[in-house]
């Protein structure tokens, strides 16, 4: 059921691989400690969040 949900939602994206990537380093950044805690993590949550919402453009409605 997730899969399917996760399915359907990375076929919208522009860049469906981009996002994958920073969503699993997102991921390994959560589990691996490091010096400034969460700096990275927020930054890393952002630029997920800023390529997930990248959408394909739509083609332009002729007649309209």
């Known amino acids: 059921m ?4 996760v399915t359907r939602f990375a ?3 522009r860049f ?3 996002f994958a990537l920073a969503a699993g ?3 390994v950044d959560l589990v691996v ?4 805690p969460f ?3 927020a930054l ?3 630029l997920t969040v ?7 453009r739509r083609p332009p409605v002729e007649g309209a």
């Open 16 to 18: 469906p691989t981009l």
């Open 33 to 36: 400690p490091d010096f400034i």
């Open 44 to 46: 890393l949550a952002l």
């Open 25 to 27: 380093l997102f991921l």
């Open 2 to 5: 997730i899969g399917r949900l």
């Open 11 to 13: 076929t919208g994206l």
């Open 50 to 56: 800023l390529i997930g919402s990248l959408r394909r």
């Open 39 to 41: 700096a990275d993590e």
